[in-house]
């Protein structure tokens, strides 16, 4: 386990936490898949999606998402 969580703390990206709401109903918008309604083949193509701690589902295109969140941002 502890592998697994270096792994992933090296590879993601953190931000302040923030109300989960709004964020999870952005992330539906644009794209992200519930992880529950999924195929499991089809995570590994996948980039983890991840809202305070939690992971809420995978996204196909992240580059798109990543630009799009940060164009919003900067608004």
Known sequence: ACGLVK???????ITVGS???PILEFLEEWGTEN???ISPAVIPQAAKI?????W???HR???LLVKTLR?????
Do not use: K, S
């Open 35 to 37: 992880f529950e309604e």
């Open 19 to 21: 109300a989960a709401n």
């Open 56 to 58: 809420v589902g995978i």
């Open 50 to 54: 991840f809202v305070n701690g939690c």
């Open 61 to 63: 295109n992240p580059d």
């Open 7 to 13: 792994n992933l703390a090296l590879m993601v990206y």
């Open 71 to 75: 164009r919003l941002r900067r608004q």
